[in-house]
């Protein structure tokens, strides 16, 4: 590790000590802790290598995802823990014959990305046992990659807590080539047999939370842009320039003798990171219930560091 860089992990670390506080609404109390990215161990960053690293990606195959993304409309809710029981007042149930149509629908789509496509990776997502959702990624011959992905269930929403601001940038769609537009096309004929579902997410406690289940394509001139615009439209990813740490948004909870003690110390932070790192992000990745923020920004040096905070949904029925 960089000299620059151990510098940097040892503030942070003093900074972040006697676990500082963090609460997203509706969410169990977390802290922040430091997070780093030494490129000389591990390369570049990207959202790929961070999955990989922190084993929340991992390789399957296709029809592995296909199953999954059928399974999960035809089950109706998200933890298969949960028994159908507990939903009997609830129209969750698809018909075998609207099941089996839809069945056909996905296996149709398989086939035709292992037709049409090159070097194909099928990654499984998954943070909590009980959670996961499958990802394809593939390339044509024109060398643009293709990525289709489920939509991810997100239970929480951020008010404030964090300030930052869009980049556009990360959004936009490759400008096409006639060949690929073409299959993007077929692709998305095919996708659209397949009508939004509605899910449950949580049911009792009076949440009576559901998301809507359907595909998502994107198609980028590099395997890693492909998957980041798949996942903003699924719902799972948000990368967005970091402003502050807002401690007026984290003090709902917060007695006197918190705020007196805790807005110096995030005001602190703020301060830190904006004086010693570049090009401040924060990346939100969603797995339903678990929420795993990443606020980093580059070194002079060119490793990675920041702020790591990870978060679960406080279902208490």
Not at 66 to 88: A, I
Not at 142 to 160: I, K, P, Y
Not at 213 to 219: A, C, D, E, K, N
Request: proline letters at 3%.
């Amino acid at each position: 590790m960089h000299l620059e860089t151990e510098k940097i992990l040892g503030t942070l670390e003093v900074l972040t000590e006697k676990r500082l506080e963090f609460c997203l609404p509706n969410n169990h109390h977390s802290s922040l802790a430091p997070f780093i990215w030494d490129v000389t161990q591990k390369r570049d960053f990207s959202l790929l290598n961070l999955g990989r690293d922190q084993r929340w990606i991992t390789l399957t195959d296709i029809d592995v995802a296909v199953k999954n993304w059928h399974t999960l409309e035809r089950r109706g809710y998200l933890n298969p823990n949960d028994e159908p029981s507990d939903y009997e007042d609830e129209d969750i149930i698809i018909n075998p014959e609207l099941a089996h149509e839809r069945a056909n629908i996905y296996q149709e789509l398989a086939d035709n990305i292992q037709e049409k496509l090159h070097n194909i990776e099928v990654l499984k997502f998954s943070k909590i046992p009980i959670y996961s959702f499958y990802v394809v990624l593939g390339q044509n011959q024109e060398n643009n990659w293709f990525c289709f992905s489920q939509t991810v269930a997100r239970e929480t929403r951020l008010e404030g807590e964090i300030k930052c601001s869009d980049l556009p940038d990360l959004t936009m769609q490759l400008s096409s080539d006639s060949n690929t537009a073409k299959l993007k096309d077929e692709f998305q004929q095919i996708i659209n047999q397949l009508q939004p579902m509605s899910i449950y997410g949580y049911y009792g406690g009076g949440y009576d939370y559901r998301f809507n289940h359907y595909l998502v394509q994107s198609i980028a001139d590099t395997k890693e842009k492909a998957l980041v615009l798949a996942l903003h439209q699924a719902g799972m990813l948000d990368i967005v320039k970091f402003h502050e740490f807002d401690p007026e948004a984290l003090s709902f909870r917060w007695d006197e003798a918190e705020i007196a003690e805790l807005y110096p110390r995030y005001q602190k932070i703020n301060k830190f990171l904006i004086q010693n790192l570049s090009d401040l992000r924060m990346i939100r990745c969603s797995f339903w219930n678990r929420e795993c923020i990443y606020v980093v920004g580059e070194t002079n040096a060119g490793d990675i560091t920041g702020i790591y905070i990870e978060s679960d949904f406080d279902y208490n029925p």
